[in-house]
């Protein structure tokens, strides 16, 4: 589910490009915001506002939609995480992860 005016960009890539960008940024870091800001669009956490909320710039500065936090009426081809049905991934993923069944969580 993508939203008008953003370019959609998987997870891995965007992770890529901002460590890219940003050689100093912490990945673990930079994953651990990025997946509690999917969880809460997951969630339908919203802006204060009543707007979707953008994950990307919601992952720097707090749970906000990308009017809030960039000051803009609408993104104009601005990344945003592609949030498709999968979980969000496990940020401890890269080392030999065991068969975990974490399938089902809490209701
Ligand atoms: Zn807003």
Redesign the pocket.
Known sequence: MTKPGFTPIALEDYVELHLRANPGADRADLMKRLCYAMDAHARGVR?????SIWIIGSAEVGL??????AGESGPDRDYEIVADDTQPPNPAVGRDAPQTARSSPPR
């Open positions: 802006c204060q506002c009543g707007e906000s939609c990308f009017t809030c936090i």
